[in-house]
Structure formats: C-alpha cells, structure tokens
T-cell receptor, first 114, second 107 residues
C-alpha cells in the first residue's frame, strides 16, 4: 500500500516546454487534488476531481490542465511552462470532497522553470 | 473566498518550552484541519475540528476551535525537536490552506 505516488520527483524545464506530472493513489479514494506550494504562500489548489469523470478549477488554474484518467490516476499538464510555475507540486486524495475528510498527500514534485 | 491567516509565521524555541500558534479568518469555518509538514514531504493530517468550542488533545498537542468557529489554536506542551516542521491549517469547505507556521525546536 503505497498511498499517493507522484512522478517525477524533480524536473527542470525551459520556458515554453511542456510536461505532465503524474499522480496515482491506491486507497480507492474518490477525490483527488493538485496543489502548488510556494514560499510564504502555503498550499494553493490548482484543480481537483471530486469523483472519477469530473474536474473543477481551484484557486490558481491558469496555465494548467488536468485529466482524471481513471479512479486511481490524476495528471497535471503544463502546456507551455513559465518561470512563474516554478514551485513544488503536491497531489492529494481523499475518500470524498467534504471538508471533514482527511487528505493524503504525495511526496511532491519539485519543478524549476528556467 | 475564505482567507486563513496563521501566526506567527516563524517560531524558534528551545526543547521543553511551550508554544501556541494561531489560525484566524473573518469567515466562519464549517470545519478546520491542522496538518504538519516535514521538509521534503507532503503534509500529514493531525486533527479535524468541527464544533465551536471543541478541544482535542493528541499527546502533547492541544487543538482548540473558537466558539464562533472563526479561529483555531494549536498548543504544544514541552516541545521536542521532533515537533519541528511547518504547521498548516486548512478550511476544507473550500480546500484552502493558510501559509503556515514554521516551527523549529532546538535541542
């Protein structure tokens, strides 16, 4: 039981390049989330998927797209990376999107855009 | 939009000291969670509080939810170096996190 896994762990991109961050969970959770964490800003929600087949924008969705591939997997795509997207990206999952459920986080992907 | 303000932003103390960190909002929380994040890892849930005035204890950690459900506090008794980390509060009705309090406990 690995919980939430993310790949890659580290990535360096040049401005304008694209990439996809992968996330998978093995807890049979319905809801999945993508956050970014910047110094002094806490975690900010990019997109979430309340259940398989649905996705919704969070607080900072511009420049990103997501795909809920199946119940286990939720990917985040940067179509044309910008230096402002340098950050640590966390994927999380929970049984449901209600406010009282525990979110389980992956170890993060550290992205540097030059 | 529910903004969460955490204070202090940084806290450095000696082992054995007590401390309190705060999470405040101008809006009412439906529920609030506290997470701890260690360097290089994702946050891990410590507690969820849902009722105004609620107090929950987790070993040396005491969590309090304000009567009006607009604020919360985390008190640590006799802090240990293992308590070092970033403490985040989250208002999960809109999946919003505070900026966190970075705690360092020196041996």
């Amino acid at each position: 039981n690995a919980g939430v896994t993310q790949t890659p762990k580290f990535q360096v991109l040049k401005t304008g390049q694209s990439m996809t961050l992968q996330c998978a969970q093995d807890m049979n959770h319905n809801s999945m989330y993508w956050y970014r964490q910047d110094p002094g800003m806490g975690l900010r929600l990019i997109y979430y998927s309340a259940s398989e087949g649905t996705t919704d924008k969070g607080e900072v969705p511009n420049g990103y797209n997501v795909s809920r591939l199946n119940k286990r997997e939720f990917s985040l795509r940067l179509e044309s990376a910008a230096p402002s997207q340098t950050s640590v990206y966390f994927c999380a999952s929970s049984v449901s999107p209600t406010g009282r459920e525990t979110q389980y986080f992956g170890p993060g992907t550290r992205l540097l855009v030059l | 939009t529910q903004l969460l303000e955490q204070s202090p932003q940084f806290l450095s103390i000696q082992e054995g000291e007590n401390l309190t960190v705060y999470c405040n909002s101008s809006s009412v929380f439906s529920s609030l969670q506290w997470y701890r994040q260690e360097p290089g890892e994702g946050p891990v849930l410590l507690v969820t509080v849902v009722t105004g005035g609620e107090v929950k204890k987790l070993k040396r950690l005491t969590f309090q939810f304000g009567d009006a459900r607009k604020d919360s506090s985390l008190h640590i008794t006799a802090a240990q170096p293992g308590d070092t980390g970033l403490y985040l509060c989250a208002a999960n009705n809109d999946m919003r996190f505070g900026a966190g309090t970075r705690l360092t406990v020196k041996p």
